[in-house]
């Protein structure tokens, strides 16, 4: 419920923003790049755990899809506001886990005009899950610093550090018998191109 609440104070504020900036100003942005994710090998350790008190075997890969796609309007003002999907955490073997994070964000860009741009963003994140041993998620803060380079181009690079504080339980197990909180993604380095 509390999910639900945050989602739409954020989406409202994602609408109120335009009043804020001139029409023919707005520029809508898509970054698509490479993530690296901490917390992965920690997720599929539990899940090989898991597996085997189950009988199942314990052969899990991780073959996780690490692109992750972020939308978002720069307005004239420098505020920012958008959204991200990814990357996509995929386990396979003798059990799966496919795991989607999800984010909301406003943020902040300085110096929108210079070659390099350091900006920051803040907002909601929640992962959508699925698996053999997953039990529920919790929404959690996410926030990034970043930097934009290249900015005299059409396509513009950068990086940015986030951390996600989303959390999914895991179900319990005979050696865990307490539901296992796991924030997969909780430090993220992201290399993209901005188109």
Same mark, same amino acid.
């Given at each position: 419920?509390?999910?639900?609440?945050?989602?739409?104070?954020?989406?409202?504020?994602?609408?109120?923003?335009?009043?804020?900036?001139?029409?023919?100003?707005?520029?809508?942005?898509?970054?698509?790049?490479?993530?690296?994710?901490?917390?992965?090998?920690?997720?599929?350790?539990?899940?090989?755990?898991?597996?085997?008190?189950?009988? /199942?075997? =314990?052969?899990? /890969?991780?073959?996780?899809? =690490?692109?992750?796609?972020?939308?978002?309007?720069?307005?004239?003002?420098?505020?920012?506001?958008?959204?991200?999907?990814?990357?996509?955490?995929?386990?396979?073997?003798?059990?799966?886990?496919?795991?989607?994070?999800?984010?909301?964000?406003?943020?902040?860009?300085?110096?929108?005009?210079?070659?390099?741009?350091?900006?920051?963003?803040?907002?909601?994140?929640?992962?959508?899950?699925?698996?053999?041993?997953?039990?529920?998620?919790?929404?959690?803060?996410?926030?990034?610093?970043?930097?934009?380079?290249?900015?005299?181009?059409?396509?513009?690079?950068?990086?940015?550090?986030?951390?996600?504080?989303?959390?999914?339980?895991?179900?319990?197990?005979?050696?865990?018998?307490?539901?296992?909180?796991?924030?997969?993604?909780?430090?993220?380095?992201?290399? /993209?191109?901005?188109?």
């Amino acid at each position: 419920m509390v999910f639900i609440r945050l989602f739409i104070c954020l989406m409202i504020s994602f609408a109120a923003f335009p009043a804020f900036a001139a029409a023919d100003s707005e520029s809508l942005r898509f970054a698509l790049g490479y993530s690296f994710l901490s917390n992965v090998d920690e997720l599929k350790d539990s899940y090989k755990d898991r597996s085997k008190y189950a009988g /199942y075997g =314990n052969d899990i /890969y991780n073959t996780s899809i =690490n692109l992750s796609f972020q939308p978002y309007y720069q307005f004239e003002n420098n505020l920012r506001a958008g959204a991200g999907v990814g990357p996509l955490i995929l386990l396979l073997g003798d059990a799966h886990h496919i795991e989607v994070p999800l984010n909301l964000t406003l943020g902040y860009t300085f110096l929108p005009d210079s070659r390099y741009c350091p900006y920051f963003r803040t907002g909601i994140s929640c992962h959508l899950a699925s698996g053999d041993f997953y039990s529920d998620s919790s929404p959690g803060f996410f926030g990034g610093i970043g930097l934009g380079m290249f900015n005299s181009r059409s396509v513009h690079l950068g990086f940015e550090v986030a951390y996600d504080a989303a959390e999914l339980s895991l179900k319990r197990s005979p050696a865990k018998p307490e539901h296992e909180k796991i924030k997969t993604g909780e430090w993220t380095f992201y290399l /993209y191109a901005d188109f």
